[in-house]
């Protein structure tokens, strides 16, 4: 176990160890992430096969496929991250967030803002961030003008939809990724080392 996993809760099955159905979602994880290693989040299911293809699937359905740009739904995966305090999740999303098109400058600020008004993102944007915000924070609370207010600022039922999926997603991932000691920081995340490429895309 290295310095990142030193106070992670649960046994991590590294990939040379890995065989059978682990080492068949291990390839999935890494085709689905285009990324050449296992990401530790993942890792923490991975004793257990069955759940840890839950968390793929929902993986899966947020950010292979969508209403949404990339950039938008990793800029809501890592906002979620901020509003529940998991630095690993943050840095994971902000780098993703860049990979896809999202300047350095608002990854920049997710990490220090207190607010969507804090982000240099505009109008519509700090519209749908409230009402996320919302969702993590107090979901009983969001009443049909919440809801009739993001239509109004041109986000469509499906896009917030998606928007809420995600942001219910992040606030299951955070809590798994911060409970079991996995999100200390944002150097606890191997994926926020990596080095942003030179120029990202929109998918």
């Known amino acids: 176990m290295d310095d990142a996993t030193a106070n992670v809760r649960v046994p991590l099955i590294a ?13 999935e994880i890494k085709k689905a992430t285009d990324l050449p290693f296992v990401p530790d989040m993942f890792r923490l299911a991975s004793t257990r096969p069955d759940l840890l293809e839950v968390i793929l699937a929902g993986y899966k359905g947020i950010f292979l496929d969508g209403v949404l740009p990339r950039q938008t739904r990793e800029l809501i995966s890592a906002w979620t991250s901020k509003v529940n305090q998991c630095p690993y999740c943050v840095g994971t999303h902000s780098f993703f967030l860049q990979v896809f098109g999202g300047p350095e400058e608002l990854a920049q600020a997710i990490a220090t803002a207190d607010s969507p008004d804090d982000l240099p ?23 049909d003008a919440d809801w009739q207010q993001a239509l109004g600022a041109g986000w469509s039922s499906d896009e917030l939809l998606e928007a809420f999926f995600a942001t219910a997603l992040f606030n299951f991932i955070t809590r798994m990724v911060d409970g079991l000691g996995l999100g200390t920081s944002v150097t606890a995340s191997r994926i926020s080392q990596q080095e942003v490429p030179p120029s990202g895309g929109d998918t």
């Open 15 to 27: 990939e040379e160890e890995a065989d059978g159905r682990l080492a068949e979602l291990y390839d």
């Open 121 to 143: 993102v505009d109008d519509r944007t700090k519209v749908l961030l409230h009402l996320l915000t919302r969702l993590s924070r107090e979901p009983y609370k969001i009443t």
